[in-house]
């Protein structure tokens, strides 16, 4: 493997600042102010939201609802958990927590392993993994794929998912190109030329390269198959026995991300108030990611904020059968519901 240069390694640390943001403080957020009309702390029902992750303008409008007081309006004290999604997924399939954020396609594995978990709320509309290569590199379809080397953090979440069902939208299997498990250095690898081709989150490795000058070809999974991303989890006990609360933390959630939507300036500061160490000289590149996401949290033509359809959770469960991350299809039904949007 070739040898990072100095640029490359200045990249990487870059990058690795971005994506690791405040890694020693990954313990829950208190908001920084409250509305004037929410109830007391005494009053409200404490829930923590696992988030997975750790602290990033990409939980925006999760801080938002906090300090705009929208979930204690509700009757609800929320913090947010950092750790890790796979994690989270089985505290919730447990009731050891109540609610997380996180993919549809965990939520499947989940199902399939005799975890009751549903999706009650979508977040991110598209699926936001892709392909990217550099501009100049003659890859311009994902059939150019083949025989390529293409970095991803390993086999393993949304970026394996994506990576597997775009390549089968070319035709391709992992036999037909050589996959480099790289870590979250992506963009670092693309630049450097180890890789041919980075699968990486849209908001993050694109957005990074873009800062630097570098233009890229990016093959979007949504493009070839729309099955469901990130947004609220719960579990079938809790839907069951608390389904006010469900309601609750639904239309919270939901008015936090159309309240980002419809403010954008106000929602980005109050998200470097809760992760400071993205401001100063990372304010810029923190802007871009901000941006870029709001793009993946607007409601698509035919859907409602927040909503899910069955052909979607169909078609995650048919990819994840054929790519063996579950062993046997579930039915779409038991996997999400729209019954609590508002």
Known sequence: MARLDGNSVKLMLSLVALLLIACAACAPVTPATQSPDAASPAALTPVSLGVGYVPTVQFAPLYAGIDKGFYAEEGLDVSLAYGY??????????????????????????????????????????????????????????????????????????????????????????????????????????????????????????????????????????????????????????????????????????????????HPDEVFEIALANVPEASGEKRAINRAVFDAALAYWAPEAGYALGESKAEDWAAAVQLLQRIDLIEAPVEADPLFTNEFLP
Not at 115 to 123: A, F, G
Not at 184 to 190: M, R, Y
Not at 196 to 217: C, K, Q, R, S
Request: glycine share 10%; proline share 4%.
């Open 85 to 262: 999604e796979n994690d989270y997924i089985k505290l919730v399939g447990v009731n050891q927590s109540q609610f997380m954020i996180g993919s549809g396609d965990q939520v499947v594995i989940g199902r399939s392993q005799g975890l009751p978990v549903r999706s009650v709320l979508t977040w991110w509309t598209r699926y936001p993994v892709v392909a990217l290569a550099k501009a100049d590199a003659g890859i311009a379809t994902p059939q150019d794929l083949a025989g390529k080397t293409i970095g991803i953090p390993g086999p393993y979440g949304a970026n394996y998912v994506a990576y597997r069902g775009i390549l089968e939208a070319a035709g391709l299997t992992e036999r037909d190109v050589r996959t480099e498990s790289i870590g979250f250095a992506q963009a670092a690898a693309l630049m450097a030329g180890t890789i041919d081709v980075a699968v990486d989150y849209a908001v993050n490795g694109p957005v990074v390269l873009a800062a630097e000058g570098i233009d890229t070809v990016q093959f979007d999974l949504d493009d070839y198959l729309h099955i469901p991303s990130n947004g609220l989890v719960t579990n079938d006990r809790t839907i069951e026995q608390q389904p006010e609360l469900v309601r609750a933390m639904v239309r919270a959630t939901a008015r936090a991300i159309q309240y980002t939507l419809d």
